[in-house]
């Protein structure tokens, strides 16, 4: 199994940043990728940002705010959550996946981020 600590989350004002970190631990020999969700109350997970060892992915919400970093060899992703908006907050969860064509399947507890207007 592969356990997944996030860290980083707070109570930040509107057009401020955080940064966002996670590490995974465990059977990560065959980590593809890791990612970041996250859910607001009352509403679905939704994708954030993912990075391969060759390539970043991002939500649309979030292009040109946010960005992912890490080296998936160590295990460990970032992200750089900038020019933050009461709508980003939500808990912000890590994940990881071993497969092109596979489901993120290992899942942090996950960090708040709260955004206050």
């Known amino acids: 199994q592969v356990q997944l600590v996030e860290s980083g989350g707070g109570l930040v004002q509107a057009g401020g940043s955080l940064r966002l970190s996670c590490a995974a631990s465990g059977r990560t020999f065959s980590t593809y990728a890791m990612g970041w969700f996250r859910q607001a109350p009352g509403k679905e997970r939704e994708f954030v940002a993912a990075?391969?060892?060759?390539?970043?992915y991002y939500a649309d919400s979030v292009v040109g705010r946010f960005t992912v970093s890490g080296d998936i060899a160590k295990n460990t992703v970032y992200l750089q959550t900038n020019s933050l908006k009461p709508e980003d907050t939500a808990v912000y969860y890590c994940?990881?996946?071993?497969?092109?064509?596979?489901?993120?399947?290992?899942w942090g507890r996950g960090t708040q981020v709260t955004v206050s207007s």
């Open positions: 990075i391969t060892s060759d390539n970043t």
């Open positions: 994940a990881t996946k071993e497969g092109v064509g596979t489901n993120f399947g290992s």
